[in-house]
């Protein structure tokens, strides 16, 4: 429970006000017959939600209709509702809780009997009052106390709300917390005394109102889209995911064409490269031959030198000849 939801002042001056009643029997009548586990968890079950009187009436007529407690869990809820009368509160949800619980006991136990649970510690007791399949916190609470001497409060919402009224809570709370934390207020030895005062504050006071439920927000009625318009998303949330959505893929498609386009483009500058390197093989080539041709020319031109050398001696020689 929230710290500040709880005023202790405020419950010590209630209990002082409420005083010392007599407490509730525990099975709902005096006699010793019914004054066992199994009778005490039927009448705290009656005893839920509902008053003393419309509980001891209710066990009264659960008592005459049955033989045994096994009898109650193997009947239907509607048979028992028309037992203790349609109009008890929350009959549908308290006959199906009760049957649910003898049954989950019974499975334990093979039989409906918690005689086994009087050998084991408290806490071994407590861990399996409250895992009983169905039970309240209320009942459970109930049973644990009178019982088996185990100090705790039994509180339900009729109580949490008269709380509230008075000022012992500030806000609506969890009946089994408010439970915990009444039982460390009390004291064990006067825990008797302050279950039987709260008890008579609730048979003593007016039924609280039932708890109103806010309701739900309206929501706004959109204009109808004009009919040359878009219809618009009814949530601007799903319009943007969806685009976001939409500029993934596109970039993912675009992240894959372009890997694709450069291969493509690969082999044409591979070719480009491939007739470089063969026109610059081709001028390489023709640079080495353009000299061995120059060369082979040099010397036929140097043949008709010779050749006018050798008629201008003859000339000579025969000039001399002539003197």
Not at 23 to 35: I, K, L, Q, R
Not at 67 to 92: A, H, K, Q, W
Request: charged share 30%; aromatic share 4%; net charge positive.
């Amino acid at each position: 429970m929230k710290s500040g939801v709880a005023n202790a002042a405020k419950l010590t001056s209630l209990l002082k006000k409420l005083g010392s009643p007599d407490p509730v029997p525990s099975a709902g009548e005096g006699e010793t017959g019914y004054d066992d586990p199994i009778a005490v968890i039927v009448f705290s079950f009656l005893l839920w939600e509902a008053t003393t009187s419309q509980a001891q009436d209710a066990m009264r007529k659960v008592v005459d209709s049955i033989v045994d407690f096994n009898e109650l869990r193997v009947s239907l809820p509607t048979e028992v509702i028309s037992v203790i009368g349609s109009r008890y509160p929350n009959s549908m949800e308290r006959t199906q809780r009760l049957k649910s619980v003898l049954h989950s006991i019974y499975l334990a136990h093979h039989a409906v009997s918690l005689d086994a649970l009087q050998s084991g510690g408290k806490r071994e007791i407590r861990a399996f009052v409250e895992g009983l399949d169905g039970i309240p916190p209320y009942v459970s609470s109930r049973v644990l106390h009178r019982c088996f001497e185990v100090h705790t409060i039994p509180v339900d919402d009729r109580l949490v709300d008269l709380f509230i009224e008075h000022g012992v809570l500030s806000e609506i709370a969890c009946p089994d917390e408010v439970s915990k934390w009444l039982s460390r207020q009390v004291k064990s030895s006067e825990g008797n005394r302050v279950e039987a005062a709260l008890r008579a504050f609730v048979d003593s006071s007016p039924k609280p109102p039932a708890r109103k439920v806010p309701p739900k927000p309206k929501a706004e009625a959109k204009p109808a889209p004009k009919p040359d318009e878009p219809a618009a998303s009814a949530d601007p949330a799903p319009a943007k995911k969806t685009a976001k959505k939409t500029a993934k893929k596109t970039a993912k498609k675009t992240a894959k064409k372009a890997p694709a386009k450069a291969e493509k483009k690969a082999p044409a500058k591979t070719a480009t490269a491939k007739t470089a390197k063969k026109s610059t093989k081709v001028v390489k080539k023709a640079a080495k031959k353009a000299p061995a041709k120059k060369a082979a020319k040099k010397p036929a031109k140097k043949a008709p030198a010779k050749k006018a050398a050798k008629k201008t001696a003859s000339k000579k020689s025969g000039r001399k000849s002539a003197r």
